[in-house]
Each structure stands twice: as C-alpha cells, then as structure tokens.
C-alpha cells in the first residue's frame, strides 16, 4: 500500500485548502484511514480519522468544525477539507492508513503508533 499525500501550501489566515491522499491497492475500501500534522519542534499530532466504512470521523479539537475528512472509493483518495485556516495550523501534513482490524475502538483512531501507512507529507504554511 503507498500513499500520496498534495495540496499544501501558502495561504493566508481565513484560507481554505483541500488536502489528498491517493492510495494504492486493492484493499483501500477497508482501511482506516487518517491525516496527522506534526509542526518544526513538536511531535506528530493527530488532526482526522475516518473508518473504512465511512460511516464515523474523529477530530481534534482543534480544527473540529473548521477540518472535515472525506473519501472517494472510486479513486481510492481521501481529502482533508480545511477551512478558516489559522496560523497555528502550520505544519507538515501526513497521510496514513492501516487495516479496519488495528482499531478495536475509536481512541485507537487517534494514535498514529496504530497506522502501518505513511504518505511523505505535504507542507501547509498559514500566514497571519
């Protein structure tokens, strides 16, 4: 399974941009899958999930009602919408994906040690 992740760049405070996340393989449909965001110093923080079925997301709080996670089984792609963008949001952004089977629950939506898959990133930057 390989992903790629695009769509990132310089934008201003208030901006929208669409993150994607092309994904190989058969087995696109049941996986779980996430975006992550680790900012110059910090560690990789989650930001959105969704299962392989489609049917629940997961946010952090800090882009709950500004982010919203989607996916395409026909293109085997799935998208980060982000709106009202902040400064704060600046960050590499990560793409990731692992088996319907590593998440027993929904907590484990949160922890990137539960995804196999990695995209390489794609860089946001928010000016103020």
């Known amino acids: 399974v390989q992903l790629q992740a695009s769509g990132g760049g310089l934008v201003q405070a208030g901006d929208s941009l669409r993150l994607s996340c092309a994904t190989s393989?058969?087995?696109?449909?049941?996986?779980?899958q996430g975006w992550f965001r680790q900012a110059p110093g910090k560690e990789r923080e989650f930001v959105a999930a969704m299962t392989w079925r489609g049917a629940n997301t997961y946010y952090a709080d800090s882009v709950k009602g500004r982010f919203t996670i989607s996916r395409d089984y026909a293109k085997n792609t799935v998208y980060l919408q982000m709106n009202s963008l902040k400064p704060e949001d600046t960050a590499v952004y990560y793409c990731?994906?692992?088996?319907?089977?590593?998440?027993?629950?929904?907590?484990?939506?949160?922890?990137?040690?539960?995804?196999?898959?990695w995209g390489q990133g794609t860089q946001v930057t928010v000016s103020s």
């Open positions: 990731a994906a692992a088996p319907a089977s590593r998440f027993g629950s929904a907590i484990y939506y949160l922890d990137r040690r539960r995804y196999d898959y």
């Open positions: 393989g058969r087995t696109f449909s049941t996986f779980g």
